[in-house]
């Protein structure tokens, strides 16, 4: 399940499973660091930014050009690695 919750720019990603829960907090426009634990644990410097409608995370760290896109079309969100 992905629960997505919106203040302005500023937005709480949860994803919950059976096998791991992953949340994390960021505002649009302002660098953060993010540690990706239970994914793949990387400490990363995240940028989240619009590109229109999709939501675009750059990620500066261990490993080169990581990344997501997310965005909404009618009820579906869909989610692509970068």
């Given at each position: 399940?992905?629960?997505?919750?919106?203040?302005?720019?500023?937005?709480?990603?949860?994803?919950?499973?059976?096998?791991?829960?992953?949340?994390h907090t960021f505002?649009?426009?302002?660098?953060?660091?993010?540690?990706?634990?239970?994914?793949?644990?990387?400490?990363?410097?995240?940028?989240?930014?619009?590109?229109?409608?999709?939501?675009?995370?750059?990620q500066k760290g261990?490993?080169?050009?990581?990344?997501?896109?997310?965005?909404?079309?009618?009820?579906?969100?869909?989610?692509?690695?970068?």
């Amino acid at each position: 399940t992905k629960v997505v919750t919106q203040h302005g720019d500023s937005f709480d990603f949860k994803t919950l499973s059976t096998f791991r829960n992953y949340e994390h907090t960021f505002t649009v426009g302002v660098e953060f660091d993010e540690f990706t634990k239970g994914l793949d644990n990387r400490h990363v410097k995240s940028l989240v930014t619009w590109d229109g409608d999709k939501l675009v995370c750059t990620q500066k760290g261990e490993k080169a050009n990581r990344g997501w896109k997310h965005w909404l079309e009618g009820d579906k969100l869909y989610l692509v690695g970068c």
